[in-house]
């Protein structure tokens, strides 16, 4: 079965901590994008990757750190910066042949500050 | 700016009244309009790309229509099993595949 996990569902951080969130895909997709949903508010770019080796900040990267070491991974950091860092949290991937426009997301990770 | 406006935020509907949603824009230069579902704790599933003005879409009970400044997502004889947040993104002309999300309608069908 192709598609994206993300791990873990749930994450509970402490004030001070940086937490990893993993996104995996199978889709042999080169794009990869981090995404997060606050309720009432549209999905936010945080940042994305186009190629191995490369990513690129999004609209929101202020306290997130990602490195894209593997075409499969995707990995996001939430570091102690990261004023506000409770939220929804989504992982997606992009093809580059045929329909190379579309976006496939990830189930998502809840991130909770305690 | 670049701007995508999801209405009406909540519907509520009983099984079998068809309705409709829409998602207005503002974009500098349009490379697609997207529609997905999202239910509750998941991550959003795709349902639709749209191009060009005049363009439709079905899958099932859905259908997706695009005109210059707006999309609908017609819904026909729903069912409860349609229940969900409906989000419309549009992807912005550039080097990365940007999408600009509205913020959802949340679709409550009754049986």
């Known amino acids: 079965d192709g598609g994206i996990t993300q791990s873990p569902k749930y994450l509970f951080r402490k004030e001070g901590q940086n937490v990893t969130l993993s996104c995996e895909q199978n889709?042999?997709?080169?794009?990869m994008y981090w995404y997060r949903q606050d309720p009432g508010q549209g999905l936010r770019l945080i940042y994305y990757s186009q190629i191995v080796n490369d990513f690129q900040k999004g609209d929101i990267a202020e306290g997130y750190s990602v490195s894209r070491e593997k075409k499969e991974s995707f990995p996001l950091t939430v570091t102690s910066a990261q004023k506000n860092p409770t939220a929804f949290y989504l992982c997606?991937?992009?093809?580059?042949?045929?329909?190379?426009?579309?976006?496939?997301f990830g189930p998502g990770t809840r991130l909770t500050v305690l | 700016e670049d701007q995508v406006t999801q209405s009406p935020e909540a519907l509520r509907l009983q099984e079998g009244e068809s309705s409709s949603l829409n998602c207005s824009y503002t974009?500098?230069?349009?490379?697609?309009l997207f529609w997905y579902r999202q239910d509750p704790g998941k991550g959003p599933e795709f349902l639709f790309t749209?191009?060009?003005a005049g363009e439709e879409k079905e899958k099932e009970r859905l259908k997706a229509t695009l005109t210059k400044k707006e999309s609908f997502l017609h819904i026909t004889a729903p069912k409860p099993e349609d229940s969900a947040t409906y989000l419309c993104a549009v992807g912005v002309s550039g080097g990365y595949n940007k999408l600009i999300f509205g913020a959802g309608t949340r679709l409550a069908v009754h049986p």
């Open positions: 974009v500098s230069g349009l490379r697609g």
């Open positions: 749209l191009y060009s």
């Open positions: 997606a991937s992009r093809g580059t042949s045929g329909n190379t426009d579309t976006q496939y």
């Open positions: 889709l042999n997709h080169d794009a």
